[in-house]
């Protein structure tokens, strides 16, 4: 039986209350997403009252997910009904997007309604409504109250609990309320651009989350870098730097030169990504303003406001702070290619210094063994004993060999004269 207002506070009351669960995802992550539908209108099962509706945005997917009250008196549209139908709404919803998978990007939860008497105060309605739903454990309507204003007849209520280091729920809600005796006409208008505003806003979020870690990954690599140019540094500066070390380190540079350098960029195509994505964000609710002469929209632009100086101010100073690591590291791989270049440069001339003294050598060692050979070996009337023979082989030898390690020790020492002149 349906309860008059007066039976209870006239707060906790709306006509044809809705809610609506909006989830985004990327077109790029699953390029078809058939768990949310194919762009058209799909009831929810009985006994549930609502619909699923997806759409394509560009490169994302955006899915509504409608609820309406599902009670014995739900076909009295138009008739007063409590907010507590809000809660077993949100479980509806719920449940649905357990079944079907969540967006990548985030979600946004809009309630919707009319008021049921002139004198409704909209303010007291919206926080009702606010805490019949619970999309929190920690429900604070004026830490989570963005603004509020107007949208297409309806008064406009925006939540959110940002993302942030002590854990606190993350979510993000839009009440609206229309107007005692409005019409609905324009509710799907307002679904739409709602829509819209939300995909950009947790466009943005989502890129800033990215980047986060992004930047968390570069502040890391920096300090390494920083490891690695020291480590150069100090090779640098010792008489007999250990080149098989420094030849590691190397190694371990060039594959950070690679990812620093990716991170990087990935840095800044995030930046841009959050730049258009605001700029975007922006177009939407001057268009708003244009199609609705009496909008107030100065809630939303709170948001763009607080992401540029919240999101991209600091992760530019980010990216101006880490980006001369990218140098510092290029700066260390010249010093220790140019030490190994320099090494491995020693070490040819050696050889070859090495290999010219020793053909020099030998030449002369043969070329004096040919010349005293006919000195010492002479003819003789008498043959020469076995042991004159052998004294005389002995001496050619040590001729030869004196000969030879002298001319080569001489090449040795004048070599790298004769290079320089």
Not at 130 to 157: N, P
Not at 266 to 293: C, F, P, T
Not at 295 to 315: D, G, K, M, T, V
Request: contains cysteine.
């Amino acid at each position: 039986m349906q309860m008059t207002l007066a039976e209870n506070h006239t707060a906790d009351w709306l006509i044809y209350p809705a809610l609506n669960l909006l989830l985004y995802d990327g077109r790029d992550r699953d390029p078809i997403r058939e768990d949310w539908g194919d762009k058209q209108v799909r009831r929810l099962p009985a006994p549930y009252n609502g619909y699923r509706y997806q759409r394509i945005l560009g490169d994302f997917y955006a899915l509504q997910i409608n609820g309406m009250d599902s009670s014995d008196d739900a076909h009295w549209t138009y008739h007063p009904k409590s907010l507590n139908c809000l809660l077993e709404i949100k479980e509806t919803l719920v449940a649905e997007k357990d079944t079907i998978g969540a967006g990548s990007l985030g979600e946004t939860w809009v309630a919707v309604g009319r008021l049921a008497e002139p004198d409704q105060d909209v303010q007291m309605v919206a926080e009702h409504c606010y805490q019949a739903i619970g999309v929190s454990e920690q429900l604070s309507w004026q830490e989570d109250l963005v603004g509020h204003g107007r949208i297409l007849d309806a008064t406009c209520y925006e939540l959110w609990s940002p993302p942030s280091v002590d854990a606190k729920p993350v979510y993000h809600l839009y009440i609206c309320i229309f107007d005692y005796g409005a019409g609905l006409k324009r509710l799907d208008r307002l679904y739409h651009h709602l829509l819209t505003l939300g995909l950009y806003r947790h466009q943005a979020t989502w890129a800033y989350q990215q980047s986060r870690a992004i930047q968390s990954t570069l502040l890391d690599d920096y300090h390494t870098i920083r490891t690695l140019h020291q480590a150069a540094r100090f090779n640098l500066e010792q008489e007999k730097p250990e080149f098989a070390a420094l030849t590691q380190t190397l190694g371990q540079g060039l594959l950070m030169l690679s990812r620093y350098t990716e991170s990087l960029n990935r840095l800044v195509r995030n930046i841009h990504l959050l730049e258009s994505a605001l700029e975007q964000y922006r177009d939407r609710y001057r268009l708003l303003a244009k199609l609705d002469a009496n909008a107030q929209i100065q809630f939303l632009e709170r948001f763009r406001n607080f992401a540029i100086r919240r999101y991209i101010r600091p992760l530019k100073q980010d990216y101006v702070q880490l980006n001369p690591g990218l140098q510092l590291l290029e700066d260390s791989i010249q010093i220790m290619q140019g030490m190994l270049q320099i090494e491995q440069f020693s070490q040819q001339f050696h050889l070859e210094r090495t290999a010219i003294a020793a053909t020099v050598g030998l030449g002369s060692a043969t070329l004096t063994g040919i010349a005293i050979i006919p000195q010492i070996v002479q003819p003789q009337v008498e043959p020469k004993s076995m042991w004159s023979q052998g004294f005389d082989v002995v001496l050619i030898l040590v001729i030869s060999l004196l000969c030879g390690v002298g001319c080569g020790s001489l090449a040795w020492r004048w070599l790298p004269k004769i290079l320089k002149s």
